[in-house]
């Protein structure tokens, strides 16, 4: 993974998972990720606060941007603490211990359908242009 930073790219503090979560969006948003979706899991479980999700049109879309978060984070001196599945790039997932990013190929996404598993969290939608965190408390992914 080569080293790249953007001007005014800076990530937040490691204890910031708000602002942290919002920077990834926008990482995810500048490299064409679809559908990248939130959500808080504060009120669900302690395995982790936010996991955020995107989709990739292809195994080398996933894998650039699973290499690019990954380079961006480190950059600014907060690499994963685990990566999964960057092997097959069909799903892969970077644990940054108080967020999980999962970056899945699409039919991946649909079979594991991780946000009807996690359907109890709020969710908030950043693909159409990512939205203030604090509304995603207020909003629920509705019950199939």
Known sequence: MSEKKEAGSALPAAGDAEARVRRIA???QDKKALDIALLDLRAVTDTADFFV???G???LHVKALA????DQLEAAGQGPWHVEGFETRRWVLL???DIVVHIFRQEVREFYA????????ARTSFSSGWEALAGAKERA???P
């Open 26 to 28: 926008e990482l995810l």
């Open 114 to 121: 991780l946000e009807r598993l996690w359907g109890d969290a």
């Open 57 to 59: 049109t292809s195994d």
């Open 141 to 143: 992914v509705p019950k």
């Open 67 to 70: 290499e690019d978060l990954c």
């Open 53 to 55: 999700l995107c989709s």
């Open 95 to 97: 644990d940054f211990v």
